[in-house]
């Protein structure tokens, strides 16, 4: 697939040209470097190259790191690729925390924890 300047150039249309090999121009403001290889890194056959080169992240370009994956990475067409969302409480769930919160003097992170 290639990639248009019209189509929407954004942190998953850069991942996307990575995976499928696309031509598209890396910007670093769009895809940090780090946050590049912490994506890439949740995949099991991407986990060696990634650990090779997160040593040298912060010391080299993101330019340099971005070409080094593309060349490494094996190309996958059809990658589905989605942010997860926060999931929002409803009021009994929000009511329930509060409970837990005051009886066991919890915080509320380990009381959502505990639903």
């Known amino acids: 697939m290639v990639y248009t300047m019209t189509d929407k ?12 090999k696309a031509p598209l121009e890396y910007d ?20 060696e190259y990634v650990e ?5 992240v912060f010391s080299i370009k993101a330019k340099y790191v ?3 994956l593309w060349y490494k990475l094996p190309v996958i067409r059809n990658k ?6 926060k999931e929002k409480l409803d009021a009994t769930d929000e009511l ?4 837990l919160c005051a009886e066991y003097d ?8 505990l639903l």
Do not use: G
Not at 28 to 47: A, G
Not at 80 to 85: A, C, D
Not at 106 to 113: D, L, N, P, T, V
């Open 9 to 20: 150039n954004d942190f998953f249309t850069q991942l996307k040209a990575l995976y499928s």
């Open 28 to 47: 670093e403001k769009i895809m940090p470097s780090y946050l590049m290889l912490l994506w890439c890194s949740h995949d099991k056959d991407n986990f």
């Open 52 to 56: 090779r080169i997160s040593k040298y």
């Open 66 to 68: 971005y070409k080094y």
């Open 80 to 85: 589905y690729l989605k942010w997860v969302k």
């Open 96 to 99: 329930r925390i509060e409970e």
């Open 106 to 113: 919890i915080s509320e992170y380990e009381a959502k924890k």
